[in-house]
């Protein structure tokens, strides 16, 4: 196995910004043809979100795709890479995917080729049968979305080749067959490649090299690159891909020939210019989010952090802040950014290579503005005049740059804050897939601010760690740690517990609050870290009361629970209501930071059913510890058992007495390998180490419970 280049980490973050810079850019004008978008909006050189009255950041099952379906690589890890297959991948489907919920257009059986793919995956359908043409047909196994998702299987193969396409061949063999498989392949060899290679005509010949000699992709290929050649205009090459290739000539709602070739295209015409090339292959039209985010991240691995800078004044990195959200059952992984996807693809880059993992930036932070111009999503609310935000050297250390143009008093102060959970407006854009998110940070947990003042300050600058989360009528309020003064040329730790009085308040802000009132000045953020574990009992805000109270909505504290389960009432009867109507279903909130903890559910009621119970350490759907109450033979077991992939393993079990319509409570705590289960007084234990960290919830069956309320505690 090659070693990694040397500027892998770079190159990835470049890949991954000009993913999320493509698929946000397009996003609003998602399907519109080039006749369509000209008359409407004209050529497009920069971010329209805001003609749309939209935000700039949403999700999209592009970005959710991309960055859930790589994690396949995570959850096999003793998988060899030739013994790595498109089944893995089928139960990352089925572990990350909720149903007609989270990451893909849910367009319906027979339309959406993924829709499809995912309702046989659920009846047993194993891949590659699942997304073969034999199974689903020539058009549904030719749409576009093998392709759209295959940048993350590029990116953890840096320069190799070989790799990068067994990897994205796989991948593609879930859903689709033929010669969308054979895009997915090609492209995801020139993003490898240009890690090491930054001649487009050689990059692509390198991905032809893996597609077969008969495949229908290489005439079509073939004639784009003689059209450039002799055409000199994109526009007049666009044309001729119309005539000859249009949406007309083929089936389905989104079929992958006329966007792929476009986006070859757009990258002959512009691999070295990122500017131009966003220009091209929007202005374009068609599957413009797709099409966009494949070619800003293969144009951005060919540039380099370079590439987002060019003579136009424009400022493709400010607007977007890193940010990213993601669409899936991993709730932890939803509110995310630029670089922390970045550092996640990089070690499992080492993992592929064969390498030993990296050490993380700065002990472990979250929050670390280690690699060039990155913000992690930290953006200040006041004018842009007056705060000035960037990424700098602190001494050679990197760090966020705070600087106040105007003094600020403790009345008027400047918060700098990153986001932890939903923002509303996020969901204020529908789309067929939901953004389940949950709370990066709770009550209970440490967190450590590292800032520094330098000398050239004319005086000292006050600093507060910042929080803000939703009360419960989803106002934002401030909470914050102890004020710590800067004086020049000091640099300082703030350590600060989350307190209790935010408990049951997702936190949906994290920063520093800053005032100097007499003076303007810097500060460096260095870092902050957040650990140990949460300390909150989770029940239901109370109740408005009084006229309207039909009509009042859901809570933004509704909205920080992961839910697979059919229904969940949220305005009368216990804290937690909850019913299935068939099969398994799961309902929880927590992150992979929750690793050794207590889970205790308070007035638990079985209404109807035979399976249920508390689960810790969840890692999506299908992985998972869970202290489960069955009924079998006549008898009734409270059982700990763990969840991985179709697999349900008993690892202790105790005969109980259980009844319909009692109130229980159930418990199950987890450190290090020891697994500890209690009803009432009957305790199972297990030992098992697989899962070292996940949220917590519930398991049902068919059937209904409700709960009082769940607290999340240290053991």
């Known amino acids: 196995m090659p070693a990694l280049p040397q500027n892998h980490l770079e190159k990835t973050y470049a890949g991954v910004l000009g993913k999320l810079i493509g698929v946000y850019l397009g996003r609003p004008f998602e399907n519109w043809t080039y006749q369509d978008i000209q008359a409407r909006l004209g050529p497009i050189t920069y971010y329209v979100h805001s003609q749309f009255d939209v935000p700039l950041v949403v999700i999209d099952d592009d970005v ?32 990350q995917v909720i149903d007609k919920r989270t990451v893909f257009w849910w367009g319906g059986h027979g339309i959406s080729t993924e829709h499809t793919v995912f309702n046989h995956l659920k009846r047993g359908v194993r891949p590659p049968v699942s997304g073969s043409e ?13 392709q759209i998702f295959i940048d993350g299987w590029a990116m953890v193969c840096p320069g190799n080749a070989e790799v990068a396409a067994k990897f994205a061949r796989e991948a593609a063999r879930v859903s689709h067959d033929g010669v969308a498989v054979d895009a997915a392949v090609l492209w995801a060899v020139m993003e490898a490649e240009a890690f090491v290679e930054r001649d487009v005509d050689k990059l692509l010949d390198r991905g032809l090299g893996f597609v077969g000699v008969e495949s229908a992709l290489r005439k079509p290929i073939a004639d784009v690159r003689a059209w450039v050649s002799k055409d000199g205009d994109w526009e007049r090459t666009r044309q001729r891909i119309e005539d000859a ?13 006329p966007n792929h070739l476009i986006m070859i295209m757009a990258v002959l015409y512009a691999g070295h210019d990122f500017t131009q090339a966003m220009h091209i292959i929007n202005t374009a039209g068609w599957d413009t989010d797709c099409n966009s985010g494949n070619v800003g991240c293969l144009v951005g691995i060919i540039n380099g952090l370079e590439g987002f800078e060019n003579d136009k004044g424009l400022d493709w990195r400010g607007p977007l802040a890193d940010r990213a959200l993601i669409s899936s059952a991993d709730g932890g992984y939803s509110i ?13 880059a080492h993992k592929v290579a064969r390498l030993p993992p990296p050490p993380p930036p700065k002990n472990g932070a979250q929050w670390h503005f280690t690699l060039p111009g990155s913000v992690q999503g930290f953006q200040c609310a006041s004018p842009a005049s007056d705060v000035q935000i960037a990424q700098t050297l602190d001494a050679g250390t990197p760090a966020l740059s705070i600087t106040l143009h105007t003094p600020c008093s403790a009345e ?3 918060e700098v804050l990153t986001q932890t959970f939903t923002p509303q407006d996020a969901l204020a854009v529908k789309r067929d897939y939901e953004l389940m998110a949950c709370p990066l940070i709770s009550p209970g947990q440490t967190l450590v601010a590292v800032l520094s003042s330098p000398a050239s300050n004319p005086a000292p600058i006050t600093a507060t760690i910042r929080l803000k989360a939703y009360d419960f009528t989803d106002a934002l309020i401030p909470a914050s740690s102890p004020p710590t003064t800067l004086a020049p040329g000091a640099t300082k730790s703030i350590t600060w517990t989350i307190p209790a009085s935010l408990a049951n308040k997702p936190i949906q802000q994290l920063g520093v609050a800053l005032a100097a009132s007499n003076a303007t000045g810097t500060v460096y953020l260095h870092s902050i870290k957040y650990s140990g574990t949460p300390c909150l009992t989770l029940s239901r805000p109370p109740l408005a009361t009084g006229p309207g109270l039909a009509s009042v909505p859901e809570t933004m504290w509704t909205y920080q629970w992961v839910s697979s389960i059919h229904k969940v009432h949220t305005k009368f009867g216990p804290s937690f209501f909850l019913a299935q109507d068939a099969g398994e279903g799961m309902f929880y909130t927590g992150t992979r930071a929750w690793e050794d903890y207590s889970a205790t559910a308070t007035g638990v009621v079985v209404n109807l059913g035979e399976a249920h119970g508390v689960v810790v350490r969840v890692q999506g759907l299908n992985r998972w510890y869970g202290v489960v109450l069955r009924r079998e033979g006549g008898k009734t077991w409270v059982e700990v058992v763990k969840a991985r992939d179709a697999e349900r393993v008993v690892l202790g079990r105790a005969e109980v007495e259980w009844g319909l319509d009692v109130k229980y409570e159930i418990a199950v705590e987890v450190e290090g390998d020891r697994i500890a289960a209690r009803f009432g007084r009957v305790r199972v234990e297990a030992v098992d180490g697989e899962y070292r960290g996940g949220a917590a919830g519930f398991v049902l069956g068919a059937g209904s419970i409700c709960a009082d309320s769940l607290k999340i505690a240290p053991v």
Not at 245 to 257: A, E, N, P, Q, T
Not at 336 to 348: G, Q, S
């Open 64 to 95: 959710s795709g991309t960055f859930t379906f790589v994690r396949a690589l995570e959850e096999h890890p003793g998988e060899e890479v030739g013994e790595f297959d498109c089944g893995k991948v089928g139960d990352t489907w089925l572990n």
């Open 134 to 146: 034999e199974t689903n047909g020539r058009t549904l196994a030719e749409q576009i979305g093998a």
């Open 245 to 257: 290739y249009g949406y007309d000539k083929y089936g389905g709602i989104c079929h992958m020939i």
């Open 336 to 348: 995310n950014d630029a670089v922390r996807i970045t550092y996640d693809l990089a070690n499992i």
């Open 412 to 414: 008027t102060e400047t």
